[in-house]
């Protein structure tokens, strides 16, 4: 069986350029050894990176070493469900994508809190 989106739907590619996704396969798969839940396909702003490197968790530089081309304004990436949570409490979250979004991210994130920065809902 596919793995479903948030909307109940297959899920589609969240990115191939940068490739992401917790098995850098362009989807925000997920599993038991993705203790990060990577499952919300976003579109990263500068003030999010920001938020996040405040926060610990600098996903703007480079880190060729781990494959990681760094961040930037457009890119889309499958971020963690709970620093996307911590940056919609904080009024910094960016724009997501449903349809990448995998199902698994619901235990963390309401699907409502989603909805409300979502790039691909009509």
């Not at 991210?105 to 409300?116: H, M, T, W």
Request: aromatic share 10%.
């Amino acid at each position: 069986m596919a793995d479903r989106n948030v909307l109940g739907s297959e899920l589609v590619a969240c990115c191939y350029a940068p490739k992401t996704g917790f098995y850098r396969d362009g989807y925000c798969h997920t599993g038991p050894e993705d203790l990060g839940s990577h499952t919300v396909c976003v579109e990263v702003t500068d003030e999010f990176l920001a938020f996040s490197k405040a926060r610990g968790n600098d996903l703007s530089t480079p880190y060729p070493e781990f494959g990681f081309p760094g961040l930037k304004h457009g890119d889309r990436w499958c971020l963690c469900a709970a620093r996307w949570l911590e940056a919609h409490e904080a009024g910094k979250a960016p724009r997501v994508i449903l349809s990448a979004c995998h199902e698994k991210a619901l235990e963390i994130v309401p699907l409502q809190a989603l909805k409300s920065k979502a790039i691909d809902l009509n």
